[in-house]
């Protein structure tokens, strides 16, 4: 592998259609990281997927389709690493590892489970429960330094953070015995940010953006048609004011700051220029802009999909090569965490144990 300054981990669940919150919270960023002088790797989680059930043959197919809306937004295969996470069994063996250094307490304050588990909680996999070392091991695989993620990630990557930190303490003396200086896994820097890290739905400005919200009119899907994605966005809730000059005039308004936050995200462009042009604007000048910028933006994805996840083959290429190139990164860094950890293994040590 060439050697690169970052490494660049994300990952998106296969568990029904992408929505535009993935998209501008994070598959679009994934593609504009490409630029930086970064290795990316960005997976498709379906061991995540089935902490609530999947059926079989959808998630399938879900799998092909995230990883078409990953190239159809622009990640090249070539460049970035694009891959299943069941492929690369090393997610889930440092899972085992992060097991036994997670503490139940910190797994305890995860909101995100609380959410998902709801009311019935004796019911609950105890994969959801676990899900957030899961995906501590995803990042830390490859001892990524950097993970673009929307906003409701963050206690996720705090908790990655602390899995990184008490792995490094614990087995200190080990790590540099076994030549790897004071620390072995880096403190992961999420990158959370620009004006779509939260996307609100269209229907209730106070709920994000979700697969799991009952309403399809309160997400814009990527495979919707433009007849579709121009109705959701005109039928979005608003209230009676024009639109602010400036950015504190959004305070309190969370429906339109979602939608100037949408159109800024789809522009790249920032809320206060988006108030520079439409500050005045009624919601009937504001949205049908939106709708246009949206309908150019994503149509092209919507076909680029289309026409991949018709040669499934091809997609499945793209999944085992990338999956063969991430495995090399994740096996060393296996090999090194059962050498510090004090496991016996097939095949020479990487350092000679004193
Ligand atoms: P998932 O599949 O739920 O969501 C994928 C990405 O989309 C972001 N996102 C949003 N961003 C803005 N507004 C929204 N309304 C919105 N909804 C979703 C999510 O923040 C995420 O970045 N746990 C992760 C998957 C994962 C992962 C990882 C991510 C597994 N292992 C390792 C990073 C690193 C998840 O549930 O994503």
Redo the contacts with the bound molecule.
Sequence with gaps: MAAFTELV?????P?GNLHL??Y???VKRFVEMQARDAQCLY?V?DL?AITVWQDPEALRGQIREVTAAFLAAGIDPAQSIVFNQSQVPQHAELAWVFNCVARLGWLNRMTQFKEKAGKDRENASIGLYDYPV??AA??LAYRATH?P?????KQ?LELTRDIAQKFNTDFGSSIAAHGHGETFFPVTEPLIGGP?????SLRDGSK???KSDPSDNSRINLTDDADTIAQKIRRAKTDPEPLPSEIAGLKDRPEADNLVGIYAALAGITREDVLRDFGGAQFSAFKPALADLAVTSLGPIAGEMRRLTADPGHIDAVLADGAGRAETIAAQTLDAVKDIVGFVRRGPSLQTVR
């Design positions: 981990f994300s990952g998106v669940q568990t919150g993935n501008l919270g994070a997976c989680v995540h899961l995906m995803d990042i993970v993620v929307g906003e409701d990630q996720h779509a890290a939260r996307v609100m994000k953006m979700s």
